[in-house]
Nanobody, 122 residues
Framework: QVPLVESGGGLVQAGGSLRLSCAAS????????VGWFRQAPGKEREFVAA????????YYADSVKGRFTISRDNAKNTVYLQMNSLKPEDTAVYYC???????????????WGQGTQVTVSS
């Protein structure tokens, strides 16, 4: 059973918005940092955003800063990624992960979801 489930991906025009959700299944991650990563075809998975367990600290890649917002609702065991002003270069499969083993900017997390596709058309 995949411990994390992403949803909310889809096809959107440039300038549009999407909200991704990452729900924990069989795993309580309200004490862990949660990160969003993305992987475009032919590219390595890259860091997008992360949020600490209490939500007090958030971190963003420079490429999404000011456009994306990460948040969490621990009561619902869910983390969100609000994506505004989307660009074609945001097209990728988006993954959420939790319980990082080291740096939150590196995809060495213990638990992952299966990913959700985001496609931004120009």
């Amino acid at each position: 059973q995949v411990p994390l489930v992403e949803s909310g991906g889809g096809l959107v025009q440039a300038g549009g918005s999407l909200r991704l959700s990452c729900a924990a299944s069989g795993l309580t991650f309200n004490t862990y940092t949660v990160g969003w990563f993305r992987q475009a075809p032919g590219k390595e998975r890259e860091f997008v955003a992360a949020i600490t367990w209490h939500g007090g600290s958030t971190y963003y890649a420079d490429s999404v800063k000011g456009r994306f917002t990460i948040s969490r609702d621990n009561a619902k065991n869910t983390v969100y990624l609000q994506m505004n002003s989307l660009k074609p270069e945001d097209t990728a499969v988006y993954y959420c992960g939790t319980r990082p083993r080291g740096s939150i900017y590196v995809d060495t997390y213990d638990y992952w979801g299966q990913g959700t596709q985001v496609t931004v058309s120009s």
